[in-house]
């Protein structure tokens, strides 16, 4: 077996840009969040329900990474928030030289929370900080109740796990509390919300808590 010699850590570099984004956001008391999972499991709605929510009360900014398409910066710009779309071409995750550059674009000054949307994917993600304080892995029912033991390091990794599209869970045969029990299982003390379009209650809970990680931002 050969062993190519890179000659540096690429997971280093990532981090070490990573490290410099966050400061800069600590600096500008910028509460930023990393929202993770696959296609389908409800990214966008959940952050555009943050959005709703929250716009009014503080200033918010997104980057929204995708491979290709800018459909989802859309739907944001529709907002009337600030929108970086960032497209990684082959790549299947965003890293921190890619919210490096969009940073630049993005008014610190007048910004309390920046919603990073990751690409959809369970699996790339998981090796590139980008800054966030924040590392959120979002799940949908409609994956199947065996997904969290097939991608553990996401949701090892993760600061908060949110079970998406609960109300149709019984309809796809898919029993969520054996989801939160295996994210427990990987990850004993994350908080794990459940959470359904159609239920306020549960966006509530998903806003709120980030709304308390805006807060204490601004009280640092």
Known sequence: MHVIDMGHDVYKANDKVAEKNKKKLDKYQVFSVNVMGAIGSGKTTL??????????????AVIAGDVIAEMDSSRFRKLDVPTIPVNTGKEC???????????????????????????????????????EHLRVVIVSVTEGDDIILKHPMIFKTSNLAVIN???????????AEKMR???????????????SKHDWESLETWISFIELGVKKSQNR
Not at 165 to 175: G, R, T
Not at 183 to 189: A, E, F, H, M, Q
Request: proline residues 4%; hydrophobic residues 45%; contains cysteine.
């Open 47 to 60: 952050i555009e329900e943050v959005i709703r929510q929250l716009k009014d009360k503080y200033k918010i």
């Open 181 to 195: 029990d295996d994210i427990l299982s990987l990850n004993p003390n994350v908080p794990v919300i459940l959470t």
């Open 93 to 131: 995750h965003l890293d921190a030289k890619l919210v490096e550059k969009a940073l630049d674009e993005i008014d610190l000054n007048n910004t309390d929370l920046l919603l990073i949307e990751n690409v959809g994917n369970l699996i790339c993600p998981v090796d590139f900080k980008l800054g």
């Open 165 to 175: 599209k609960v109300d149709i869970a019984h309809a796809v045969d898919v029993d």
